[in-house]
Nanobody, 119 residues
Framework: QVQLVESGGGLVQTGGSLRLSCAIP????????MNWYRQAPGKQRELVAK???????TYKDSVKGRFAISRDNTKNRVYLQMSMLKPEDTAVYYC?????????????WGQGTQVTVSS
């Protein structure tokens, strides 16, 4: 079982910044996409940012211009730099990757890291 490991969450004031990191224990070159999701209490999990194998990035509208997703293939990590944080960004943030192999696509998740933005 492949387990991703997130880190970097915490408590920050409105307007502050955090950098989330996700350690990926499999080859980055086998990954179709690397994603950050979040889930706030009582809400559905939502896609926040995505980076494709080719490096293309997409973002949820509400985080555009504030969040940036990146990856480091040499360190097997994907990052989410979050700036100008707002209380509505409070959630558990999850790292997700999908691995494209000849037989099928595999989907892996981390355990989540809590981000709390105080007003």
């Amino acid at each position: 079982q492949v387990q991703l490991v997130e880190s970097g969450g915490g408590l920050v004031q409105t307007g502050g910044s955090l950098r989330l990191s996700c350690a990926i224990p499999i080859s980055m070159y086998s990954l179709n996409s690397m994603n950050w999701y979040r889930q706030a209490p009582g809400k559905q999990r939502e896609l926040v940012a995505k980076i494709s194998s080719g490096g293309a990035t997409t973002y949820k509208d509400s985080v555009k211009g504030r969040f940036a997703i990146s990856r480091d293939n040499t360190k097997n990590r994907v990052y989410l730099q979050m700036s100008m944080l707002k209380p509505e960004d409070t959630a558990v943030y999850y790292c997700n990757v999908d691995q494209l192999l000849p037989d099928r696509t595999y989907d892996y998740w981390g355990q989540g890291t809590q981000v709390t933005v105080s007003s």
